[in-house]
Structures are given as C-alpha cells and as structure tokens.
C-alpha cells in the first residue's frame, strides 16, 4: 500500500490532482506541493497535542516545600450562632366554661365583643360576651378552677385581690381571704366593665331574712326578761305586802284561838267527837297561815331576783348566737364571682391570634387563641452556649447571609433544659425584637448571631494551623523568607472562625508576613 492510500486526505488530494490534471496539466504540481505540506502540518500537530491523563503521566512532581499565607489585620469576634422561629410565641387557647352569671342562663350563645384578630387584650378588657355575661381577662398564673365568693380562701384569691389592686379596684394588703373587701373590689371590677354583678342566690337571700327574725325574736325575749327582773328587783307593791301580813297575823290570831278552845273542851271534859272536831279546826288554822306566810316569803323573798337574773343571762346569750349566725352567713353571702367570667392568662396584654367563634353562634369549647402580644424569636441552645448568655444582650437576626437583618435583645434564657417547645437536654431562648422587623420574616426561621466578645479594632491574626505549641504551652509561628524562615514567638489572644489573634514583641511580626500552615508532601 502507497503512502497515499494510507492517507485518506493525501489520497482525496491525489483524486483531485489526477482531475486537475486532466483538465490542465500545469495545475498538478501546484496540488502535490499542497498535500505534502497539509501532511506535515497533521504530522507535527498529531504530536503536539496531549490529552489530560497523557499530560499527568508526563508531568514533573513538584517539589516538596512549605504551605503559607500572609499575616492579616482583621477584627476577632467570637459570638453564638443559632436559629429560631420569629412569630408571636406563648400560644393560649380561651375556652368556655358553663359557669356564668346566676347558673340559670340556658343554653350559651355569643352575645357580643367579639374581638378582631390582631386585636389586643389588656388586664380589665372583656374578651367576649357570653348569654349577656362577660368573660373578664386578669393577668395570673394560677386558672380559674373555681367560683370564688364570700369566705373563699386560698393562693387563687389573692392572684385575684393583686389583679383588683393593679386595676384601682382593691384597696389595702391582699390576702388569702375573700372578704367583704373582697366583694367590694368584685362589684366595682363589673361595673367598671359595664355589667351587673353576681349577688346571692334566692336560697341565700332567705337564709339572711330567717336569721334576721331569730334575731329579732331574741332581742324581744330580752326586752321581757330584763323588765321581769327590773321588777324583781323593785319588790312588791306596799299595799300587796300589807295584806300579805294582816293574813299572816289573823292566821295566827286563828291557830291560837283555835287551840284555846280546843284545850278549854278537853278540861270540861266535852265529848271526843266535839274534841276531833276541834282538833281539826286547830289543824285547818294552822294550814292556812302557813299559806299566808308563804305568799308573804314570796313577795318579799330573795328567789324572785335570782330566777328573773338567771333569764336575763339566757336571753342574752340567745341574742348571741342569733347574732354571729347572721355575721357568718352573711361573710359567706356577697358579691361573687363565677369560674367562667374571669380568665386568668399570663404575661398581659396578649394579641388575639384566631377568633373561633361569631356573634349569635353557640359557645362552647375554645373559642379564641391568644398569643403574645410582641414579636419573639423563640430558639434552643447547649449548656455551654446557655452559660455565655444573659437577658439584656443584644443580637443580630437574619434570615442567612445577611438578607433582611435587624436587631434584638435576649429576653429569656432558660433556667432548666426542655422548657418550652424546646427538645430535651436544650434551654429556651427567647430574642425580643428591637426596631422594625421585615414583614417577610414574620413566621420564617431566622439566624440568630449573639456577640460574646471581640476585639479591639483590627488585629494581628493567622489561621489556626499556623500557631505552634510546645510542652510549656508557649506558642510560635514560623515565618517564611528568603533566608530559609525563622520561629516567631507570639501570645495568643481571642479566637474565632479559624483565625487567632496573635502579639509578638519588637516588630517580629507583620501584616504581610508569609507563616507556615502546613508541608507539601
């Protein structure tokens, strides 16, 4: 085979030659003086041009040396970084509770003061109506498990006495005690807020009437017997006393007499029938002044004074106890109020987040939620960052890589891990807002960049892998420069983010400078 035919563009070159030729004869050495060059030039080129993997297996190792980059000036921060989701936190639900009003209300239907959502809720406000009652919003910890009235006692009346105070209605100490104190602050709170208050019950009402009447039957029951003993007292009237005594001595006059006769018969020697018969008159004298000296003793004896004492005594504690009866029963008898008109929610003013009910519907279950009324950032964070953070710090909030920053401040941190909606063995915490936050951040997941400290301006730094350390703990860097490096003892300052801050003395170390942060091998 020809060197032609083994070429197929020399061979297409040879074709077109012989064409040529044919057409004109001066035109074929002009066309083999092209292919012969145009052969040359694939030749050459053939050679030259390498592929990737070729141009690795042909290649030169490098040779080993040093790794370096130049000393920088930059500001060391150190800061924790975090994410959290913004919204309104502390979510609440407001339920109905069938307890409203005196008990008598019927079925439960939305009256009125239906609030908007985004709408605001303070300590005092009526969150809504309910059969014509209301449902009053204090601020406090501790639910309303239950009706509060007259002679109630516990740590929930004196949530609800502080609650008073802070409203203007309460007036001194608040206390354990619902009292008449109590039930004043009550009725002033419900006409403050333009509703009726929840007075006693019919049964109540008839129980105060009855003992109101013991008590006027006791105090009747001593008039008399104070006046029974006023008479004892005073003694019989004169003229009684005289005719007591002239029938005490008549009565004697007639014993004696009667004896008289009786001994005179027994001396003449009358018959024992007529000396029965006298005998018996001397007895029936002697009956009747022993009855005369009775009625004298009791007109003038002491007895009299003791009984009409001794009723007056009775009567008085009678009017007692009808008394304190009527003083307990009206302490447990008052302005009261019932579980379901007050909603106890911490942490007021709250904004209400979704309203679950309308006016005219039935009310029953939840029929609101409630959230805090500001922006919150709500976030969870280690032990060891929980223990470089305190409330008052403040953040910088973004929603990544510096898109839509604004600031903030810690507002809470944790005491205890799995508080919250955080995950166990996580502390919660909270960023408050300050400024204008983004409308689009609202319900988005932020960064959450808390600076714990930093340095002072711009400083000396190097990476990480340049710092050299020895037994002793001292540091150093090796620096690179024509004269083959030389070692550099530094003190180390504050560190973030891979760089240190670094001092060396007398000028050893400048910005620019080439360190060593590793070999090539």
């Given amino acids: 085979?020809?060197?032609?035919?083994?070429?197929?563009?020399?061979?297409?070159?040879?074709?077109?030659?012989?064409?040529?030729?044919?057409?004109?004869?001066?035109?074929?050495?002009?066309?083999?003086?092209?292919?012969?060059?145009?052969?040359?030039?694939?030749?050459?080129?053939?050679?030259?041009?390498?592929?990737?993997?070729?141009?690795?297996?042909?290649?030169?190792?490098?040779?080993?040396?040093?790794?370096?980059?130049?000393?920088?000036?930059?500001?060391?921060?150190?800061?924790?970084?975090?994410?959290?989701?913004?919204?309104?936190?502390?979510?609440?639900?407001?339920?109905?509770?069938?307890?409203?009003?005196?008990?008598?209300?019927?079925?439960?239907?939305?009256?009125?003061?239906?609030?908007?959502?985004?709408?605001?809720?303070?300590?005092?406000?009526?969150?809504?109506?309910i059969s014509g009652r209301p449902v009053i919003l204090m601020d406090g910890a501790i639910p309303m498990y239950r009706t509060l009235a007259p002679g109630s006692t516990g740590p929930d009346v004196r949530q609800l006495e502080r609650a008073l105070a802070r409203l203007g209605h309460f007036t001194g100490l608040p206390d354990d005690r619902y009292d008449a104190r109590t039930s004043a602050a009550v009725e002033r709170l419900y006409r403050a807020a333009g509703y009726e208050p929840v007075g006693p019950s019919a049964e109540q009402e008839q129980q105060v009437a009855a003992a109101r009447e013991r008590i006027a039957a006791a105090d009747g029951a001593l008039d008399t017997a104070r006046a029974a003993l006023r008479s004892a007292e005073r003694g019989p009237p004169a003229s009684d006393l005289t005719v007591a005594r002239a029938r005490v001595r008549s009565?004697?006059?007639?014993?004696?007499?009667?004896?008289?006769?009786?001994?005179?018969?027994?001396?003449?020697?009358?018959p024992a029938a007529t000396i029965g018969r006298l005998t018996a008159d001397v007895?029936?004298?002697?009956?009747?002044?022993?009855?005369?000296?009775?009625?004298?003793?009791?007109?003038?004896?002491?007895?009299?004074?003791?009984?009409?004492?001794?009723?007056?005594?009775?009567?008085?504690?009678?009017?007692?106890?009808?008394?304190?009866?009527?003083?307990?029963?009206?302490?447990?008898?008052?302005?009261?109020?019932?579980?379901?008109?007050?909603?106890?929610?911490?942490?007021?003013?709250?904004?209400?987040?979704?309203?679950?009910?309308?006016?005219?519907?039935?009310?029953?279950?939840?029929?609101?939620?409630l959230t805090a009324a500001a922006l919150e950032v709500v976030s969870g964070i280690s032990a060891e960052e929980r223990g470089l953070l305190k409330v008052g710090q403040r953040a910088q909030l973004d929603e990544g890589e510096g898109v839509a920053t604004f600031a903030g401040e810690v507002s809470h941190v944790a005491d205890k891990p799995g508080t919250g909606d955080t995950p166990d063995g996580q502390y919660e915490l909270r960023i408050r807002p300050v400024g204008a936050v983004p409308a689009e951040?609202?319900?988005?997941?932020?960064?959450?960049?808390?600076?714990?400290?930093?340095?002072?301006?711009?400083?000396?730094?190097?990476?990480?892998?340049?710092?050299?350390?020895?037994?002793s703990g001292a540091a150093r860097v090796r620096v690179s420069d024509p004269s083959g490096g030389r070692d550099v003892p530094v003190t180390v300052g504050l560190s973030s983010g891979g760089f240190a801050e670094v001092r060396a003395t007398g000028g050893a170390l400048a910005e620019g400078d080439l360190v060593v942060v590793g070999e090539r091998s």
């Avoid at 040359?40 to 080993?64: C, D, F, K, L, Y």
């Avoid at 009125?112 to 959502?117: A, T």
């Avoid at 004697?252 to 008289?260: I, Y």
């Fill in 251 to 270: 009565a004697e006059a007639d014993v004696e007499a009667a004896v008289r006769t009786r001994d005179a018969a027994i001396a003449d020697g009358a």
């Fill in 283 to 369: 007895e029936a004298a002697r009956v009747e002044l022993e009855l005369a000296r009775a009625d004298l003793a009791e007109l003038t004896g002491s007895a009299d004074v003791s009984a009409a004492q001794a009723a007056v005594t009775a009567a008085v504690r009678r009017q007692a106890e009808a008394r304190s009866a009527l003083s307990r029963l009206q302490a447990a008898v008052g302005v009261r109020l019932p579980r379901g008109e007050v909603a106890f929610v911490p942490a007021l003013p709250r904004r209400v987040d979704k309203v679950e009910t309308a006016l005219g519907r039935e009310a029953s279950g939840t029929v609101m939620s």
């Fill in 1 to 129: 085979m020809t060197g032609t035919a083994r070429h197929p563009v020399l061979a297409r070159l040879a074709a077109l030659g012989r064409s040529a030729s044919a057409r004109r004869p001066g035109a074929l050495s002009t066309l083999v003086a092209v292919a012969v060059l145009a052969a040359a030039v694939g030749w050459w080129a053939g050679r030259a041009i390498q592929s990737p993997m070729e141009a690795a297996q042909h290649a030169t190792p490098p040779e080993a040396g040093a790794i370096t980059v130049p000393v920088e000036r930059r500001v060391i921060a150190t800061s924790v970084v975090v994410r959290g989701a913004l919204g309104f936190a502390e979510p609440q639900a407001l339920t109905v509770d069938a307890d409203l009003g005196d008990g008598r209300l019927g079925k439960l239907v939305v009256t009125g003061r239906v609030p908007k959502p985004g709408s605001s809720l303070d300590e005092g406000d009526v969150a809504l109506q």
């Fill in 441 to 471: 951040l609202h319900g988005r997941d932020v960064r959450i960049r808390i600076p714990i400290s930093s340095t002072d301006g711009t400083v000396l730094a190097v990476p990480l892998a340049a710092l050299i350390t020895d037994a």
